[in-house]
């Protein structure tokens, strides 16, 4: 498939109308080309890479889209339905093709595609098909843009951000996942729920693999700024650790109920994917629990090990991993994580 773009040629035989519609201004200096292009590939056309794409285009991040998918047809007709809003959105120029050159240039690169798990497929055999595709995805995209962060959604998100790491040979802040965001997102959600707050004005990180084996930090959540459970102990209110335990295994069931209801999600990690662009597009600074390489940090040893931390993101990627209070319980639990996606990475063989 070629590449596909919008054409600002009309008319018969292609002819550049624009000289016809446009009279220039008289003795005026030619055009000063801009520096700003901002150019995101999203490699992968299904639920979850469109909502990503979509998101992103409307909340005017990049100037720039390519679209990278192994099927042409799909991917043709989902360049055009976005070029077909274009009155009605920031004017972005959308590319797609089924090539890696398209994405060259990219100043971030977002890996949706994955292998879908068959029935009765085990956990591991899923990732092993999974990184021979990642095998064909990566070292195009960082012989394409060398300069580039890269962004991986793929699940299991924490093992193929390591292998997207170990196959494209990029600094380690240039590699990240999207990790527990999204959790983060729908714990906050479900703690203003009970509080009848603004999810904003809750702070709150499940850190870990995005995953089972996920931590919630309750011991620093906060809701406009006051630490939630020293607040209860000072005020002598009683609560129970089995109440905190039900809403954590609500965040970690929650994409099972969307797909179990849906058959997919897409319109959540869409706008999470889209926020972390922003951030790092914009050097905006902000915190987010996102994959990165955990060793070293909170007790997390024996290994090249990614795991979502809260993390200060910015123009060149991960600037640096927060320095959160963890009780000695939640430590524990974080290095247990740790330990069970470090099991997962040393049947690679990378």
Request: with cysteine; aromatic share 6%.
């Amino acid at each position: 498939m070629a590449n596909n773009e919008s054409s600002s040629s009309l008319g018969p035989g292609g002819l550049d109308l624009t000289s016809t519609f446009f009279k220039p201004i008289l003795n005026s200096d030619p055009p000063i080309p801009s520096n700003r292009c901002t150019k995101v590939s999203v490699i992968g056309v299904g639920n979850v890479g469109m909502a990503i794409a979509q998101t992103i285009l409307t909340q005017d991040i990049a100037d720039e889209i390519a679209l990278v998918d192994a099927k042409p047809d799909k991917l043709r007709g989902e360049m055009l339905d976005l070029q077909h809003a274009a009155a009605f959105l920031p004017r972005t120029k959308i590319t797609a093709s089924v090539d890696y050159d398209v994405t060259a240039g990219s100043d971030l690169c977002i890996v949706t595609a994955g292998a879908r798990q068959n029935p009765g497929e085990s956990r591991l055999n899923l990732l092993q098909r999974n990184v021979a595709l990642f095998r064909h995805i990566i070292p195009p995209l960082a012989k394409s843009s060398p300069d580039a962060i890269l962004l991986i959604v793929s699940n299991p998100v924490d093992v193929l951000t390591y292998v997207a790491w170990k196959l494209s040979g990029f600094p380690v802040n240039r590699v990240l996942g999207s990790g527990t965001n999204l959790d983060s997102s729908r714990f906050r959600f479900l703690i203003a729920d009970h509080l009848d707050v603004n999810a904003q004005d809750v702070q709150a990180f499940i850190v870990g693999e995005h995953g089972d084996s996920s931590v919630a930090l309750w011991s620093s959540i906060s809701v406009g700024g006051i630490p939630v459970l020293s607040f209860l102990e000072k005020q002598q209110i009683a609560y129970e650790k089995q109440t905190l335990e039900d809403i954590h295994q609500t965040v970690v069931g929650s994409a099972y109920e969307v797909i179990g209801l849906k058959g997919y999600t897409s319109w959540a990690i869409g706008y999470s994917v889209a926020n972390l662009a922003y951030t790092i597009l914009r050097d905006q600074r902000k915190i987010h629990p996102v994959t990165v390489l955990a060793r070293g940090f909170y007790g997390v040893e024996g290994g090249d090990v990614f795991l979502s931390l809260p993390a200060l993101l910015g123009r060149n990627g991960v600037v640096a991993v927060t320095n959160v209070h963890m009780t000695d319980e939640e430590s524990e639990k974080l290095q247990k994580s740790a330990k069970t996606i470090l099991e997962m990475q040393s049947q690679l063989g990378l």
